[in-house]
C-alpha cells in the first residue's frame, strides 16, 4: 500500500470515530435523560473503558451527577480506573462518600492512592476513615511515597511464592490470585523470612514437571527497586531489561509491590510530553482544549522572563551604540552572528539533555566529549563563519567587515559549545532539569556574547571599516 | 530518604557500576587471551543478557573476532538479541554465514529481520539463501514490511487456539508453545477459517473448568493492526489500551504476528529521542560519542540552513539602514521584538506538535483553538508590549519609541500565533514530521516580521523618533 492510500484510509478512520463518537454521546444523553441503566450497560460493553470514560469528558457536571447513579459498581469502577487525573475528580466529586468506597472494592490499590492523592484533604482524610482496617493501612501505606516515585506508581497486587512450594502448589496459587494481579507471566520467589530471592516465568512452571520446587527453577538475578527510586529510573530499567514488571522492595528485600509495564508507559509517555514542552516554556499542564485565562498564566511568566533577558542582549547593543551609528551595517549582520550562536547551543544541548534523561554522567566521563564540542564549534564556526564573511564582504564592499564577522561567529560558536555543554550538566548536579531551563540560559549566553564579541571586534577595528 | 541523600546514595550506585564494569571488561580480556570458554560462560551467567552486550562495545573487532569462537550458540544469539543495531551487525561482521545461522536458531524472528534488514544486501541474499525451506519464507515475508510499521516490528511467535478447543485442551497447547512466545497473558482466538476472533486472558483459562470452551471464555472486541500501520500508531493503541500485545492481521483478519509491549517501549523511547534531537536540528543517530567528523556531517547542514534564513531576516534589517543611522536606538529594540516573537511562536509549536503526535487533527477541529491562540498572541504581545514600552521610552526619553515597540510586539506575537498553529499543522497534512522542521519556518517568520514591522512603523513615524 502507498504511503498516499494508507494515509487516505487512516483520514477515513478518523472521519468514521468521530462520526462514532457523536452517534455514542448522543445515545449517552438519551441514557441519561430517560435514566435507562440497562441501556446504559449496553453501551459500556460495547466500548473499551478507556473510550467511554473519554466520552464522559462530554458530559457537564449535571449530566455527570444524574449518570453516576444508574452507573453499576464495576462499571463505575473501570470508568474511574481509565479516566484522566481531572475526570477522574470530577466523577468522584459526583459521588457520596459511601458510593465511592463501594467502587474502590473494584479497583486496583494503585489507581485508588492515584485518585485520593488528587482528593482535597479533608474528603481524603474522611474516605480514608471510612474504609476497612486493613485496606485503610495499605492505602496510608501507600500514600506516604512521593507520587513519581516507585513507590508512588507501584501496585500491591502481585504474585509472591515461596521456594520450597512445588510447580503444582504454585499453580494452584496462582489460579486463586492471577485474577487479582497485573503480571501474572512473573512469579516473584520469597524465601521463608518473606525475603525475595528471585523470580520464575510462568512458563517454565507450566513446562515443568508436577513436583519441582520453584527455588530449582527460579533464576536469582532479580532486579528491583527501592520505594524511593524516581519513576525515571524505573522506566529506565524496565525498559532496557525488557521486564513485564519490577519489584519494589524494602532495604531488607521484603516486596512491598511492583511496578508493571503499563505504568511504565505511562511514565515515558509523561515525560516525554514534558520535556518536548517544558523545554520550549510551556507547561505540561497546557493542551489545546485549555482555557484562554489558564494559557495566559502558564505561558506568560515564561515570555516575561525572556523578556528580562532578552533587555540583556539590547543592553549589550546599546553599549555599541555609538559604533553602529558609524558602520550602520553591523546592525544588520550582528543578528546572524547571534542567532547563529542560538541554534548551534541548542543543537549542543539538546544532545547533552538526552544523555541525562538516558543516564546520569560523572564530570571526569565528560571531558573529552566536551573538548570534541569545542572542535566541533571550530569547526561549524570557520564553516558558516567563512560563507557569512564572504558575503558580507560582496555585499557591503569592505573585506574587514567579513573578517571580523568570520572571527565573531567561531567566537561565538565556541560560546555555544561552552554553554551548550555545561549548563545542562550543571543543572542536572543541582537537582535542575536540564530539559526545562537549560535553553534560556545558553541562549542568553550566545545572544549577549554574540553581540558583544562581534560589536567590540568592530569598535577595536573602526577604523578599518569606514 | 531525603532528596540529598538519595542523589548520593544514586552518585555511589553509579561509581560502583562503573568500578564493576571496569573489572569485568579486565575479566573479559583475560578470557580471550586465554581463550578461555568456560570462564565466558562462568562470566555471562554472572551479567543480565543486555549488559554483555554493552560490555562487548569496549571490545575492538580483532577482540571481537577472537571472542565469537568460544562463545556458545545461545550465549551468542541472546547478546545479538539485545545489542545495539550497530554492534550487532560488528558481531555478525565476526561471524561466518553458517555460525550466523546456527545462532539464528535461537533468536527471535523479529530480531533477525532487524540484523538482516541492516546487512549489506549481498551478504542478506547469501544468509537468506542457506536457510531452511520454511525460515526463508517467513523471513522474506517480514522483510517485505517497512522498518517502522506494525509488520516491520512485529514477531511470528504468538499463541493463536481455536474456539471450540477445551480450557483443558488449550492449556496443553499453551505449555507445549509458550516458552516460544514473547507474550503468555493473551491468548488469541481463532475461527475454523483461521480468522482472528477474540481473545482470551490466560488467567480465565486457568480459573476456568477443564470442559470450557475457549470460544465461551473469549472477549470478542479485539484491537488490531494492519502490517502498513505506522509504528507510532501501534504505541498509541497499546498505551491507551494497557496492551500486552497487539496483533497483526491481514485484511482478511489472519493474524500475521504481535507487536508486543516491550518492543512498544522501543518504539516509544526510539520516537521521544528522535523528537527532541530532531526539533533542535541535530539527528537522532548523535550522541555524546559519535566522532567529529560525524558529528560535523550531522549537524553541520542544519547550521547552513539556519545560516540562510539568518541571511533573510539580515536583508530586511538592511532595507531600512537608512531609518536605523538616523535613529540608532532601533537596532537595539529590534532584537527584542524579533526574540520574543521566536519565543512566543515555539511555545504554541510545542503546544501543536505534542497534540499531533497523540492524534491527528482535522481543520475543523482547529478553529476554535486557533482563535483561542490568536486572543492569547494578542494579550501576551500587550502585556510583554507594555512593560517594553515603557522601559524604552524611559531609557531613550522618546515615548513615540515606545508606543513602536509596544505596537510591533503586538503584531510579532499575532505572528508567532499563526505560524507556531499552522505550520506544524500544514506540515503534518503534507506527511512531513512537524517535529523536525516547524521550528526554522516559525522563527524565519518571527525574526523576517518581526524586524520588518518594528523598523517599518519606525520608518513609517520617523519625524516623531527624532
New interface residues.
Given amino acids: 500500500?502507498s504511503?498516499e492510500n494508507?494515509?487516505v484510509q487512516?483520514?477515513k478512520e478518523?472521519?468514521d470515530s468521530?462520526v462514532r463518537n457523536q452517534m455514542r454521546l448522543r445515545q449517552l444523553h438519551t441514557i441519561i435523560e430517560k435514566q435507562d441503566s440497562k441501556g446504559l450497560s449496553e453501551l459500556y460493553d460495547s466500548m473499551?473503558p478507556?473510550d467511554f470514560a473519554l466520552l464522559l469528558e462530554n458530559l457537564d457536571d449535571e449530566e455527570l451527577s444524574q449518570l453516576t447513579p444508574i452507573m453499576d459498581d464495576d462499571e463505575l469502577a473501570g470508568t474511574m480506573e481509565e479516566a484522566e487525573d481531572k475526570e477522574r475528580i470530577r466523577i468522584a466529586h459526583a459521588l457520596d462518600n459511601h458510593r465511592l468506597l463501594t467502587a474502590f472494592e473494584y479497583m486496583q490499590k494503585d489507581d485508588i492512592v492515584d485518585m485520593l492523592s488528587d482528593f482535597p484533604i479533608g474528603r481524603r482524610k474522611d474516605v480514608i476513615n471510612l474504609m476497612k482496617a486493613d485496606d485503610r493501612k495499605i492505602i496510608t501505606n501507600l500514600l506516604r511515597y512521593p507520587e513519581e516515585s516507585a513507590g508512588g506508581i507501584m501496585t500491591t497486587a502481585y504474585i509472591a511464592l515461596r521456594g520450597d512450594y512445588t510447580a503444582e502448589y504454585g499453580?494452584e496459587k496462582?489460579?486463586a490470585i492471577?485474577?487479582k494481579t497485573e503480571?501474572?507471566?512473573t512469579i516473584y520467589v520469597i524465601d521463608n523470612t518473606g525475603s525475595l530471592v528471585g523470580y520464575v516465568d510462568?512458563?517454565?512452571i507450566?513446562?515443568s514437571p508436577k513436583s519441582t520446587r520453584l527455588s530449582d527453577l527460579m533464576d536469582d538475578?532479580v532486579?528491583s527497586v527501592l520505594p524511593?527510586t524516581d519513576q525515571e529510573?524505573v522506566a529506565r530499567l524496565?525498559?532496557?531489561?525488557?521486564l513485564?514488571s519490577i519489584p519494589v522492595v524494602s532495604p531488607n528485600k521484603h516486596i512491598l509491590g511492583v511496578v508493571t509495564?503499563?505504568d511504565?508507559?505511562?511514565v515515558?509517555?509523561d515525560e516525554?510530553?514534558e520535556?518536548?514542552?517544558e523545554?520550549?516554556?510551556?507547561s505540561k499542564e497546557?493542551?489545546?482544549?485549555t482555557s484562554?485565562g489558564e494559557?495566559?498564566r502558564l505561558?506568560?511568566p515564561?515570555?516575561?522572563v525572556?523578556?528580562a533577558t532578552?533587555?540583556l542582549?539590547?543592553?549589550t547593543?546599546?553599549l555599541f551604540?555609538s559604533t553602529?551609528?558609524q558602520v550602520?551595517?553591523?546592525?544588520?549582520?550582528?543578528?546572524?552572528i547571534?542567532?547563529?550562536g542560538g541554534?548551534?547551543g541548542?543543537?549542543t544541548?539538546?544532545?547533552?539533555?538526552?544523555?541525562l534523561a538516558q543516564?546520569?554522567?560523572?564530570f571526569r566521563e565528560c571531558w573529552k566529549?566536551f573538548c570534541?564540542e569545542l572542535?566541533?564549534g571550530l569547526?561549524?564556526g570557520a564553516?558558516?563563519g567563512l560563507?557569512?564573511g564572504v558575503?558580507v564582504s560582496l555585499m557591503y564592499g569592505n573585506a574587514w567587515l567579513g573578517v571580523i564577522a568570520f572571527i565573531a561567529m567561531i567566537g561565538n560558536m565556541l560560546v555555544s559549545s561552552v554553554f551548550g555543554f555545561l549548563v545542562p550538566l550543571i543543572l542536572e548536579k543541582c537537582?535542575a532539569d536540564p530539559?526545562v531551563s537549560s535553553s534560556i540560559f545558553v541562549t542568553t549566553a550566545t545572544?549577549v556574547l554574540g553581540?558583544f564579541i562581534f560589536l567590540g571586534l568592530a569598535k577595536l577595528f573602526l577604523p578599518l571599516l569606514m
Same sequence: chains 1, 2.
Avoid: C
Fill in positions: 500500500m504511503e494508507s494515509s487512516m483520514d478518523t472521519f468521530e473499551e478507556i499453580l496462582i489460579r492471577g485474577p503480571d501474572i507471566e510462568l512458563r517454565q507450566l513446562a538475578r532486579i524511593e529510573d524496565v525498559s532496557k531489561y525488557d513485564n509495564v503499563d511504565v508507559l505511562d515515558i509517555v516525554y510530553n520535556d518536548i514542552l523545554m520550549a516554556g510551556v497546557e493542551s489545546l482544549d484562554l494559557s495566559v505561558r506568560l515564561w515570555l516575561m525572556n523578556l532578552a533587555f542582549a539590547s543592553f547593543v546599546k551604540e553602529i551609528e550602520v551595517a553591523l546592525s544588520a549582520i550582528m543578528t546572524i547571534s542567532g547563529m541554534n548551534a541548542t543543537q544541548l539538546s544532545i547533552l539533555v538526552r544523555q543516564k546520569d554522567l560523572t566529549p570534541k572542535l566541533l569547526i561549524d564553516s558558516t560563507v557569512t558575503i537537582h530539559a545572544d553581540f
